[in-house]
């Protein structure tokens, strides 16, 4: 069974801090997608990174896919408190049935 | 603008009750999934749908079954609702194909409490 293991599961910084989301799995993913959810609302996607090493960057936002394509890395730069929200990983696996493995999210509140 | 709705925001059950939740999505998409969401564990799926009449289990299907008659919609059953289904659940779909596709759009989710 392939597992995302994703940490820190809870995060609580001040406005204009960087912070680093952990995304970790012991299998190797074709492609691995980073959601965010807001209360009240269902995730939504915010990108794929689909190449090993591959980087891209969403404003202030810096997703990373692990050489090897097992892990993944989200970076916030100078947080802000819109930013609050769960973050989720989700990896694809090489049979692409189109069922995702989410990893547990990561709680992150950023305060004004 | 595309979406994908769900019949309730909130719902409350009781114990033994039968409980449908309806997912509609207006996509044209032939997956559709059902995950049930709570705190520290991500999303968890339930069992997801390929093809109208088509559908296969995921990895937390006991307690629960599903239909899909039309392509439009998935529908939930919980057979005999318990306490421990107290949780968010969330729809979502998608469109088979290229990696980009494995996108999935989500419903709101609906927070069903059973007493």
């Known amino acids: 069974t392939q597992l995302l293991e994703q940490s820190p599961q809870f995060l609580s910084i001040q406005e204009g801090e960087n912070l680093t989301v952990y995304c970790n799995s012991s299998?190797?993913?074709?492609?691995l997608q980073w959601y965010r959810q807001e209360p009240g609302e269902g995730p939504v996607l915010l990108v794929t990174?689909?190449?090993?090493?591959e980087v891209k960057k969403l404003k202030r936002l810096t997703f990373q896919f692990g050489d090897a394509r097992k892990d993944s890395s989200l970076h916030i730069t100078a947080a802000q408190p819109g930013d609050t929200g769960l973050y989720l990983c989700?990896?694809?696996?090489?049979?692409?049935?189109?069922?995702?493995?989410f990893g547990q999210g990561t709680t992150l509140q950023v305060k004004p | 603008d595309v979406k994908v709705t769900q019949s309730s925001r909130y719902l409350v059950k009781r114990t033994g009750e039968k409980v449908f939740l309806e997912c509609v999505q207006d996509?044209?998409?032939?997956?559709m999934f059902w995950y049930r969401q709570d705190p520290g564990l991500g999303l968890r799926l339930i069992y997801f749908?390929?093809?109208?009449?088509?559908?296969e289990k995921g990895d937390i299907p006991e307690g629960y079954s599903v239909s899909r008659e039309k392509k439009e919609r998935f529908s939930l059953i919980l057979e005999s609702a318990s306490t421990n289904q107290t949780s968010m659940y969330l729809c979502?779909?998608?469109?088979?194909?290229?990696?980009?596709?494995?996108?999935?759009?989500f419903g709101p989710g609906t927070r069903l409490t059973v007493l």
């Open positions: 749908s390929y093809d109208v009449k088509m559908k």
């Open positions: 979502a779909s998608s469109s088979p194909g290229l990696e980009e596709s494995n996108e999935q759009f």
């Open positions: 989700a990896g694809v696996s090489y049979s692409n049935t189109g069922k995702l493995i």
């Open positions: 990174v689909v190449t090993g090493g």
């Open positions: 299998s190797v993913f074709s492609s």
């Open positions: 996509m044209d998409h032939e997956n």
